[in-house]
């Protein structure tokens, strides 16, 4: 809705007062008990100012002049009260009033008070005073009539900003008279369609605040030619419109002949074509062989492929980043490595992003595929809004798709809110490097924009964090993972844990040590699975699962903010590698009866030998009881103090 300034109509009543008409006293005794039409009653009456900055002084600001920037009054910044007092020199009936301020186009005052005072005291115009403005010019029509000797306007902006104003009008007749207060129509809020609709009612309104509305009627001022009904009431029927922006106008008069104007546009856009929005789009993948690549699957041929790398490990993904909001209704996936061949994926579903996680769409999972359907159509059972789509491929060793098709239309608006990820409570996600137990704390869901800590931690070459099938976390896991079997745990940890299962789903028996470049890898499959700080990622591990971030440490020591070794076998002092160590924060723990000289002996080492200072690492924490067992690892892993310490550590804090 957009309300009609009525600049042009005041300019007239100024020039008119201005050249003909007398001002002071004599002008007020002329009149009184006239009906006489509201004129700008302070042009070039008397103004002063509790303060001013040369040259700026308070008659500019009722000189009439609103096109010279260099005719306005300014208080100066810091001065804690700004006035602008006017002496109307005679009693007047005001009814509204037209303040422009600002410099040039800008700088508009935003917070003002407008009184009154008609001989007993100063007090506020009813509806008069602004506390959220954003206009250079203002008109306001005051809520009732007041009668006043002066009017003064009160900056109340922060004391910084210096309150400039070129113009301060104030509309009125002469005490006694009877001016008539003009309508105020209200044409309705601005409206939207979507072609094949076409028609829609406008619900305009209007008030007389001293008398009676006489008649209303509508316009249609701008935009495609529509059909208008009911055009003499307040609501008004629009038919036959078409693409583009409509304005229609609503006109009310009143029983004495005033008029007021009110516009409202109706928008009208023609529906969205759905088309393959992922044609050509950015794509990824867990793993990909070197001769057929991720845009072979969206390049738009169906003889060139995508094919994941050998695995022995499901759940291979495929990304489709849509470069921004889309509403996606069906996939079309061409398998195999052609029409006829049978090696079509025979357990695969879509996900969409929902701001925090990956979520399965409804009407996507496909199990028993046969290996000679090469085509697969997918229509969703409801439209999903997304920036991005994975296919999950639940096969090996091999996933092979020659295109996907995501049929859909842009420009759709992200959901807000909270998001449905599986928070506050440990599950299982499958990966193309280790499927993990995974944990989201319980107010992760709160909103789309946060990003947490990670901790991936490591289990030891003879433990396990899952099931042999790797359907469900272990009752009981090794490591950090049992921790949240306890219900006061979860509810405490603030970040996102990972704990990866160094087993290929057959047994969970022998030994087994994670590889350094797989969990790198994994790392960054995190970081597009779930909202990561990159400033907050932390490495732990026991037994061999704390040599691996000693390792880790040493040769990614840009990308991680600590590690937590608990009951390390390893001797890193042997390795060339080991000063890499110095800047890290490290704060490792281990059992007295166990080897404590393994973990003791690297704080040394790094204090000592490797420049000058002492390192980042901080005293080991020793267990009188502990051995190479529970007793230390679920004692360090169980003290909320190691995650105080933890989470505040920051890889920007040593760059």
């Known amino acids: ?369 046969p290996l000679n359907s090469t085509l697969k159509t997918l229509t969703f059972t409801t439209p999903v809004i997304t920036t991005k789509v994975r296919l999950v491929c639940k096969d090996a060793p091999y996933c092979r798709l020659r295109e996907l098709k995501l049929m859909g239309t842009p420009n759709a608006v992200l959901p807000t809110g909270p998001t449905t990820c599986a928070a506050g409570q440990q599950t299982v996600a499958r990966g193309p490097r280790y499927d993990a137990a995974v944990f989201l704390p319980e107010a992760y869901n709160d909103d789309r924009t946060t990003q947490w800590p990670l901790i991936i931690a490591l289990h030891g070459i003879g433990g396990s964090t899952l099931t042999v099938d790797h359907t469900a976390v272990l009752a009981n896991p090794e490591g950090l993972a049992k921790q949240f079997n306890s219900a006061s745990f979860r509810a405490q940890m603030q970040a996102i844990v990972i704990s990866p299962n160094q087993r290929m789903p057959v047994t969970n028996s022998g030994n087994g040590w994670f590889n350094i470049p797989t969990l790198m890898g994994m790392l960054e499959d995190v970081k597009k699975n779930y909202r990561v700080d990159a400033d907050r990622i932390y490495f732990t591990g026991l037994s061999g699962g704390a040599n691996t971030s000693i390792d880790l440490a040493m040769l990614h020591t840009d990308t991680l903010a600590a590690i937590v070794p608990i009951a390390l076998t390893s001797t890193p002092t042997n390795s060339p590698d080991v000063c890499d160590l110095k800047p890290q924060p490290i704060w490792a723990f281990h059992g007295a009866l166990d080897t404590p000289s393994r973990s003791t002996s690297i704080k040394v080492w790094l204090d000592t030998k490797c420049g000058a200072g002492l390192s980042a690492m901080r005293a080991v924490t020793v267990y009188p009881n502990g051995g190479h067992n529970g007793a230390t690892w679920d004692t360090a892993y169980a003290d909320l103090a190691l995650y105080d310490w933890l989470l505040q550590q920051r890889l920007s804090d040593r760059q």
């Open 1 to 369: 809705m957009q309300r009609l300034q009525s600049l042009l109509g005041a300019l007239v009543t100024v020039a008119l007062v201005g050249c003909g008409a007398p001002d002071g006293t004599e002008f007020t005794g002329q009149h009184a008990g006239l009906d006489t039409a509201p004129f700008n009653v302070t042009l070039n009456k008397p103004a002063t100012a509790s303060a001013s900055q040369s040259p700026f002084q308070p008659a500019y600001a009722v000189d009439g002049n609103i096109t010279d920037d260099a005719s306005r009054w300014c208080p100066g910044i810091y001065n804690s009260t700004r006035q602008l007092d006017i002496d109307l020199q005679g009693t007047f009936d005001l009814i509204r009033m037209e303040l422009y301020t600002g410099f040039r186009d800008t700088k508009p005052i935003q917070h003002y008070e407008v009184s009154y005072d008609d001989g007993t005291g100063w007090k506020l115009i009813p509806g008069a005073s602004q506390s959220a403005n954003t206009s250079i010019a203002v008109s306001t029509t005051f809520t009732q009539t007041v009668t006043a000797k002066k009017v003064r306007l009160t900056c109340l902006d922060p004391l910084a900003d210096n309150c400039r104003v070129k113009e301060f009008w104030v509309f009125g007749s002469p005490s006694g008279g009877t001016a008539n207060l003009p309508p105020v129509a209200n044409a309705g809020p601005d409206a939207s369609l979507t072609l094949p609709a076409n028609s829609l009612t406008l619900s305009g309104s209007a008030t007389d605040a001293d008398g009676t509305i006489a008649s209303l009627a509508w316009t249609q001022v701008s935009g495609p030619t529509a059909t208008l009904s009911g055009a003499n009431t307040a609501t008004l029927s629009v038919s036959g419109l078409s693409a583009g922006v409509s304005t229609f106008r609503l006109t009310a008069t009143d029983n004495t002949g005033a008029t007021a104007s009110d516009t409202v546009s109706v928008t009208v856009t023609a529906p969205a074509v759905v088309t393959n929005i992922a044609l050509n789009k950015p794509v990824s993948a867990g793993s990909s062989s070197t001769t057929y690549v991720p845009a072979f699957a969206v390049d738009g041929s169906l003889t060139t492929r995508w094919e994941s790398a050998y695995s022995f490990l499901t759940h291979n993904y495929f990304d489709v980043d849509l470069q921004g909001p889309h509403t996606v209704q069906s996939a079309e996936l061409h398998l195999s490595t052609s029409t006829t061949a049978s090696y079509a994926m025979t357990a695969f579903e879509l996900q969409a992003w929902d701001g925090g996680c990956w979520k399965t769409l409804p009407g996507t999972v496909v199990e028993g595929n």
